[in-house]
């Protein structure tokens, strides 16, 4: 993806016991357009599953850095 800003993007996750990411999270970006890479860079996410029990809340933080 090309972009012309660089910022870091925060993403506040909820996770089930399969690993998968429910919907409802909340995005913080700089702008628009991080939003949206950082959007797409979600889906390809998943954490290993774990015992039954209640969903895990966290955070994953993306970078972005405009290269030379």
């Excluded at 628009?32 to 950082?38: D, I, M, P, S, V």
Aim: aromatic share 8%; net charge positive; proline share 7%.
């Amino acid at each position: 993806a090309s972009f012309n800003q660089g910022g870091t993007v925060k993403i506040i996750i909820t996770v089930d016991n399969n690993g998968r990411i429910l919907p409802g999270y909340i995005i913080e970006a700089p702008n628009a357009q991080l939003r949206r890479l950082a959007e797409e860079k979600l889906k390809s996410v998943k954490f290993n599953a774990v015992q039954p029990g209640p969903p895990e809340a966290g955070i994953i933080y993306f970078d972005f850095k405009v290269g030379n």
